[in-house]
């Protein structure tokens, strides 16, 4: 067996220490505060719309985006910048479709809005079957990628690695539920952002503040590898890039664990509001990326590829190094260390906010509304979602663990988003505007919709035969990226499944959603609003 | 006194649909959203479709290594900021108070059954007497 603390960075442990130190202290301030089931999943709906907008970007920008999105760029150029611009248009999608309608029409889950006008049990089994299978992709890629990630950084071993960030995400989201978790992405999501403008700040001090400087000396530090100002150097079959950007732009819409944000705040005003605060983070952090990337490619050169490891990963972390005066002085360790603690940090908030939306699934929607109909108390709801996290949280270390840093995961997160973009969406935009949609078309859109993208990433060229082969199962099919095929699958399946059955009757409680969902007329009130213990204070009484 | 609590009050959910207000918000939102996701679909697929069928395009430089790709990609950034803000803008001056509207309309509703309630159960209570 290998030594477990081989070569640890010191600084970067000692910062890590701090900021889980910090971020325990909050989760124990929290868990005095989680009572009610709406306080566990949507932090008592208390969150300030600015204060959801930098728990959304927490909750959305990983460290994939972070140190993945920076390598590709060093590797590739234009190309890598691709995925960032794509993350970003995502949210006009969530805003304009989803935003206000999910914080009037919901409570907790992506099932409440469904529910709300189908017939309960099924579309509340669709609805978290399709968050299920997302959190799942996703959580099995960030842990893997986490393991790895910090093990490279930090030098701790592998199932070290896993094991530590599993357990205090469990932490966060057992004992301080939706409060916790909101201040771990609320205090990343700043981290973020300062690493991401000091390491910006060096680079472009470097340049004489010119950024023209800056693409012209990385583009004489191509040095004959991938690296390329112009598309093309990494995607290189133009389908399958739509296909990532039809995925990317509507599978956003459709992630449970960024929907869940918009149940944390008040209104429907702070939803939106939170958007734009979400936007702007997002939208700077991402340009910042691009300085990151070119910077990395500008003075690491080709000749620091090698030393990036898998994906170029390590290149921003490697770039924060070299700007502060390279291996071994106090400089150079100390930014790497921050940039380490940063990454790690980033880790913790996504995985967190995947698990708690996994746990609204299990306890709120399949325990609590299809196995005990209602009947169980807040109590145990809240119960059941502890032991579900737990459960979901132990399941995905050890996968993590057991498959082991080499599993293929590089299709995960897009299988994730293709998912999302498939089944939720489709069945979500639907129950919110389309009168005639039923439960028939519902649960055919989510089942057409998840299968239909595993399958076609199953037979890929990046799984079948093997990881990352060339072919594919079917000659004509060679696509990495199925939500070209897969969207337009789940939204035909919905109107197939709503056409074919002969299911009405929804009438009555589509008025209530749709004039609930535009107004908030009836919406989950805010705290404030309701004094006490009820659970659905409402300014107005509703027919219930 | 107090109204009795019952389960006879209620919203009514397709006169607020029906109302005018209702109409109108609904009208205007749509007025805003479809065009401008219609916009930002087409602007950003567009821009994704040149990456993959132009690009000698989009790396061509248009000042000293600045490619017309990274322009547009710029574009992109500034649309979002850009739309988010307007569609902020507008909810606020012009959405919301016509849901507001709609609100006062079913309070009023509301307001005018508790009336008819009250005034039945104390017609009750002097019929009983």
Known sequence: MTPVFAEVNVEAVVIFGLVVAITLGITYWASKRVRSATDFWAAGRGISGPQNGFAIAGDYMSAASFLGIAGLIFLYGFDGFLYSVGFLVAFLTVLFLLAERMRNAGKFTIADVLSFRLRERPARVAAATGTLAVAAFYLIAQMVGAGALIQALVGIDYNLAILLTGVFMLVYVVFGGMIATTWVQIIKAVMLMAGAIGLSILVMNRVGWNPVELFNRAEAQAGGGSFSLAPGALYTNPVDTVSLGLALVLGTAGLPHILMRFFTVPDAKAARSSVLWAVILIGAFYIMTTALGVGARAFLGEAGVEAAGAGANLAAPNLAQFLGGGAGTFGGDALLAIIAAIAFATILAVVAGLVISASGAVAHDLWSNVVRKGADSEHEEVLVARIAAVAIGAISIAIAIGGGKDLNVSFMVGLAFAVAASANFPALVLALGWRRFNTVGAVTGVAVGTFSSIFLVLISPKVWPGPDSEGGLLPFYDLANPGIVSIPLGFLACWAGTMLSREHGNERSFHELYVRSETGLGAEAAPAASPGPQRAGTRVPTSA | ?129
């Open chain 2, 1 to 129: 006194m107090a109204v009795p609590a019952g389960g006879q009050v209620r919203i009514d959910w397709e006169a607020v649909e029906r109302a005018p207000e209702f109409q109108e918000l609904v009208r205007r939102r749509r007025r805003f959203v479809a065009p401008a996701t219609a916009f930002f679909l087409v602007w950003y697929l567009g821009f994704i479709v040149l990456a993959g069928y132009a690009p000698g395009f989009m790396g061509e430089s248009i000042y000293e290594g600045f490619t017309v790709g990274y322009l547009i990609a710029l574009t992109q950034f500034v649309m979002v900021w850009w739309l988010a803000a307007w569609y902020i803008r507008r909810s606020d001056r012009e959405l919301d108070p016509l849901r507001a509207a709609a609100a006062a309309q079913a309070q009023r509703d509301v307001d005018r059954q508790r009336a008819d309630h009250a005034a039945r159960f104390s017609a009750g209570e002097e019929a009983g007497r």
